[in-house]
């Protein structure tokens, strides 16, 4: 497995991509294809993401030549995915839904067999698909991305503080959920809503 890039190169390709350079453009798009479609998996859910990644790029390389390296290329790109998901989710507002969202814990009630860690994983996952829509994007971005927690507050556009609190609510959420699923109970006060 090689090692990830660090932010400095990433965004050195990233400044040479808008330059016109198509190597750098093929690795800026390498290095940072994962974490973006594994913050949109969060955002938008795994059917979405494919397509929603898709979209992002789209939209970072029209905007590429204009990229001024005020934040990392990786923090610039997850804000446009975000930008993205949000839009994303404006336009199926305004249309009809055709279908209802999985029942995450139905299926988890129904699994047969005990426990192992690949079911905890997926636990875990539709904990996390649980959380309101802004702790799970910090959650995602520091825990799951490893952006620091004030790259994480420029691409949520918020201060740093917000995101701090965001993360200590949705790990304070995901232990009561986990402790009553582990006692076979309902969690109680798991949050939907913002901060």
Known sequence: MSQRPDDATVTAWALAAGRGDTDALAAFVRATQADVHRFLVHL???????????????????TLPTFAARAS?????????????VDAVRTAVRRPRTQGADDWEGLLDRAAGPRTGAHEAVLLRALVDELGDERREAFVLTQMLDLSYAEAAEVCDCPVGTIRSRVARARE???????????????????????
């Open 73 to 85: 290329a990786r923090t610039w790109l997850l804000s446009v995915a975000r930008r993205v998901s």
């Open 173 to 195: 959420d995901l232990v009561e959920a986990l402790d009553a699923d582990r006692s076979g109970g309902a969690a109680t006060g798991r949050c939907r809503d913002g901060a």
């Open 44 to 62: 938008s859910g795994p059917a979405d993401a494919e397509d929603l990644a898709q979209e992002t790029y789209l939209r970072a390389l029209r």
